[in-house]
C-alpha cells in the first residue's frame, strides 16, 4: 500500500516578496527517488528550504511526512527535523570538532542520552557511507567527496522517513559526484525516500528517475523509466 510522504497543491514559491515559481503540484510516494532540476535561481533550492520549514509557504497546500506546512508551528519545526535528513551543497560540518563529535552534536541535540545507544548508531551511519574508518578525523582532513559522505550519515542519524539533497554534488568533481549519487541510490534501495535538487543534467542521464523540471517560473515533471 503507497504512503504518500510529501504532498503538494497549488504551491507558489517567493523569496522575500519575489514570485519565484507557481503552480506546483505533486505526490511523492514512500520510496520514491525524484529529482528537482534547473538552473540557478530557478527555485529548486527555495522549495526545498519550504520543505524543512527554513522559509514559509505563503501560498497553496502542503504537508510533508505528516506535518502541516500551512499550520507548522515553531515549536514543531525541530520535530519535523528529525523526520528529514537533510544533505546540503556545503557540507556544513562543524569545523572545530571529529566526525565522530559532529554526529555526537546532532544526536544529543535531537534528544539521544544513551551514550552507547549514540555510538552504536554513529558507527551504523558511517558504515552506511564507506566512513567508519574516519570518525576520528577532523573536517579539514576529509576530501569533499569524504565530507559529503559524512554529511549523508549525518542526515541518516535519526532514521528519518524523507532524505532531501540540495545540489548534494554541487562542489564536487564528477567522479566524486558519481560515488555520491551510488550512495544515495543503495540508500534508496534499501527503502528510503530521497528528493535531489540539481542543476546537473548529467546526473539525470546515468541514474534516471521522475524528475520535474523547474523554468520559466512554472514546474513540468519530465517521467523517466527508472533503473
Do not use: C
Request: hydrophobic residues 40%; proline residues 3%; charged residues 25%.
Amino acid at each position: 500500500m503507497s504512503q504518500t510522504i510529501l504532498s503538494l497543491k497549488d504551491v507558489s514559491i517567493y523569496q522575500e516578496n519575489n514570485l519565484i515559481v507557481s503552480d506546483i503540484n505533486l505526490e511523492v510516494q514512500k520510496g520514491e527517488f525524484l529529482y528537482f532540476i534547473g538552473k540557478t535561481g530557478s527555485g529548486k533550492s527555495s522549495l526545498m528550504k519550504v520543505l524543512y520549514a527554513d522559509l514559509p509557504l505563503k501560498d497553496g497546500e502542503g504537508t510533508i511526512v505528516d506535518y502541516n506546512l500551512n499550520t507548522l508551528q515553531e515549536k514543531d519545526i525541530p520535530f519535523l527535523r528529525r523526520k528529514i535528513g537533510i544533505v546540503f551543497q556545503d557540507f556544513k560540518l562543524l569545523s572545530d570538532r571529529s566526525i565522530n563529535e559532529n554526529l555526537l552534536f546532532v544526536l544529543k541535540a535531537t534528544g539521544w542520552k544513551d551514550k552507547s545507544e549514540m555510538d552504536a548508531q554513529i558507527h551504523e551511519v558511517l558504515e552506511k557511507v564507506g566512513m567508519a574508518s574516519f570518525a576520528s578525523k577532523m573536517p579539514h582532513q576529509l576530501s569533499g567527496g569524504e565530507q559529503q559522505r559524512v554529511a549523508i550519515a549525518r542526515a541518516l542519524l535519526n532514521d528519518p522517513e524523507l532524505i532531501l539533497a540540495d545540489e548534494p554534488s554541487g562542489n564536487l568533481d564528477p567522479q566524486t559526484s558519481i560515488e555520491i549519487m551510488e550512495v544515495l541510490r543503495t540508500i534508496n534501495a534499501n527503502g528510503k525516500t530521497v528528493v535531489i535538487a540539481t542543476h546537473d543534467y548529467a546526473l539525470l542521464l546515468k541514474y534516471p528517475a521522475k524528475t520535474l523540471k523547474f523554468e520559466d517560473g512554472k514546474v513540468y515533471e519530465v517521467v523517466q523509466k527508472a533503473v
